[in-house]
């Protein structure tokens, strides 16, 4: 199985909204409504953000959203803060009853 | 709250076989209803999720990596391990274990430990 495809890079200025993709196919997130993200700040491991797509763990800011069309993921960042500053990754399971994980997006808050 | 600790050698030679152990604090693997999973990241790289067990003993494993993997669970001192055969210099990589509920991976994550692989 391929890796999710994610833009290696995003950026944005406090205060906007930034959305980072992430493509998988039919045997994916066009398939299942799996889909995780994750942010991992450096040298830290990787904290769950939005799980089912959209749902968000006890504690997690409501400016994070995730959204899904298609073989399409979407996390939206709204209200950009210097702290959302990371690494963020996407997961889908998959129809061969794996996991498979995107690359990462570098988001930088300019 | 559940808190993961990797151990294991932090360096292995090519060809060998990579060990890990995960040891669970705050909560019992042999409670159920969850699922706990080896993940991996590559210096500088995307991760990549190695395989599941559950408390029975039912393992899952990424395809691609099936054939070199086994994940086993020790309920009785409430920790899960990882062994990696015919390690090559591919497999190095910052290893982590990690809690999973049903339909989401890595509700809660361990620190990691970074294995290498040189002779």
């Known amino acids: 199985q391929s890796a999710l495809t994610q833009p290696a890079s995003v950026s944005g200025s406090p205060g906007q909204s930034i959305t980072i993709s992430c493509t998988g196919t039919s045997s994916d997130i066009g398939t299942y409504n799996l889909v995780s993200w994750y942010q991992q700040h450096p040298g830290k491991a990787p904290k769950l953000i939005i799980y089912e797509g959209s749902k968000r763990p006890s504690g997690v800011s409501d400016r994070f959203s995730g959204s899904k069309s298609g073989n399409t993921a979407s996390l939206t960042i709204s209200g950009l803060q210097a702290e959302d500053e990371s690494d963020y990754f996407c997961?889908?399971?998959?129809?061969?009853?794996?996991?498979?994980f995107g690359g990462g997006t570098e988001l930088t808050v300019l | 709250q559940v808190q993961l600790q990797e151990s294991g050698p932090g360096l292995v030679k090519p060809s060998q076989t990579l060990s890990l152990t995960c040891t669970v604090s705050g909560g019992s693997i042999s409670s159920g209803g969850y699922y706990w999973s080896w993940i991996r990241q590559h210096p500088g790289k995307g991760l990549e999720w190695i395989g599941y067990?559950?408390?029975?003993?039912?393992?899952n494993y990424n395809p691609s990596l099936k054939s070199r993997v086994t994940i086993s669970v020790d309920t009785s001192k409430n920790q899960f391990s990882l062994k990696v055969n015919s390690v090559t210099a591919a497999d190095t990589a910052l290893y982590y274990c990690?809690?999973?509920?049903?339909?989401?991976?890595?509700?809660?994550w361990g620190q990691g430990t970074l294995v290498t692989v040189t002779s």
């Open positions: 990690a809690r999973d509920s049903s339909g989401v991976v890595g509700v809660n």
């Open positions: 067990i559950y408390h029975s003993g039912s393992t």
């Open positions: 997961c889908s399971y998959t129809t061969s009853r794996s996991w498979v």
